[in-house]
T-cell receptor, first 114, second 110 residues
């Protein structure tokens, strides 16, 4: 059982470039989340999904888009990367609403935008 | 929106000393989860608290949920080097979102 898998693990982008981060879970979880982590800021929720075909905004959604076309996958897109988006990105999933079941995290993607 | 303050931001202790981190909310919480993140790793679920005044223990770790359900704490007795990491509280938001506190980074000097 792989759990939550994120690809890629590392990426360097130039300002203005685009990219997609992929998150895949094999636990049949309904809920999926994208967080970013910056020093001293904790984990901030970017977008989340409560089921296949649905997405919703979190605390810091600007500059990001997401899609949940399949239940097991949750994609995070950056259309025009900015240095402020340099961060570590974590994907997570949970069986039911995040308040009542644990979040399972992937290993993270370290993104640098120059 | 819901705000949560976690203190302290950093804590340095000598191995064997106790450690406590506090999570305070401006609003009443439905429940709260706690996570640990080792350096270079990802957050890992520790526990969930739901009931007012609830106390749960995991070996040397004691978790408490305040009577008013506006605060929570994690206490580690006799810290070990394996306790090093950042501890996050994560109160549940009614909108289905889990919002994390800023975390308390614990370092343990052997």
């Amino acid at each position: 059982n792989a759990g939550v898998t994120q690809t890629p693990k590392f990426r360097v982008l130039k300002t203005g470039q685009s990219m997609t981060l992929l998150c895949a879970q094999d636990m049949n979880h309904e809920y999926m989340y994208w967080y970013r982590q910056d020093p001293g800021m904790g984990l901030r929720l970017i977008h989340y999904s409560v089921g296949e075909g649905t997405t919703a905004k979190g605390e810091v959604p600007d500059g990001y888009n997401v899609s949940r076309l399949k239940k097991q996958n949750f994609l995070l897109g950056l259309e025009s990367a900015a240095p402020s988006q340099t961060s570590v990105y974590f994907c997570a999933s949970s069986y039911s609403t995040g308040g009542y079941s644990p979040l399972h995290f992937g290993n993270g993607t370290r993104l640098t935008v120059t | 929106g819901q705000q949560v303050m976690q203190i302290p931001q950093y804590q340095h202790v000598q191995e064997g000393e106790d450690f406590t981190t506090y999570c305070n909310s401006s609003t009443t919480l439905s429940n709260i989860q706690w996570y640990k993140q080792r350096p270079g790793g990802h957050p890992v679920f520790l526990i969930q608290l739901v009931k007012s005044g609830e106390v749960k223990k995991q070996k040397r770790l004691t978790f408490q949920f305040g009577e008013a359900k506006k605060n929570s704490s994690l206490h580690i007795t006799a810290t070990q080097t394996t306790d090093v990491g950042t501890y996050f509280c994560a109160p549940y938001n009614q909108g289905g979102k889990l919002i994390f506190g800023q975390g308390t980074e614990l370092s343990v000097k052997p």
